[in-house]
């Protein structure tokens, strides 16, 4: 599987942006999917993941603010970003896992894509 993410950009606090990730390859839809960031001089975090059979999680940090949704016809992923804070600015990469099974982002996950640059100005 490969994944190319796209959809980063600046935005003024308050503000939404829209991530994608459009993934390659047979059985896309039967991957886990989530996004994670990684800002200046910290880790990369889980952000939200999406399960194959539809189970959905979200970091404490952006709940009620993102979104995340997949399409399996266009074997793409997409992570809605509203009420945008300075804090939100990071790379944001997509990522991918045969795994299913909760807290599968906290393992070694197969498929990363490139990331794609948020930036949100106060």
């Known amino acids: 599987v490969q994944l190319q993410a796209s959809g980063g950009g600046l935005v003024q606090a308050g503000g939404s942006l829209r991530v994608s990730c459009a993934g390659s390859g047979r059985a896309f839809s039967h991957y886990a999917v989530g996004w994670f960031r990684q800002a200046p001089g910290l880790e990369r975090e889980f952000v939200a993941a999406?399960?194959?059979?539809?189970?959905?999680y979200y970091a404490e940090s952006v709940k009620g603010r993102f979104t995340i949704s997949r399409d399996n016809a266009a074997n793409k992923v997409n992570l809605q970003m509203n009420s945008l804070k300075p804090e939100d600015t990071a790379v944001y990469y997509c990522?991918?896992?045969?795994?299913?099974?909760?807290?599968?982002?906290?393992?070694?996950?197969?498929?990363w894509g490139q990331g794609t640059q948020v930036t949100v100005s106060s």
């Open positions: 990522a991918a896992d045969r795994t299913n099974t909760y807290l599968w982002w906290e393992r070694p996950i197969e498929y």
């Open positions: 999406h399960s194959a059979g539809g189970s959905i």
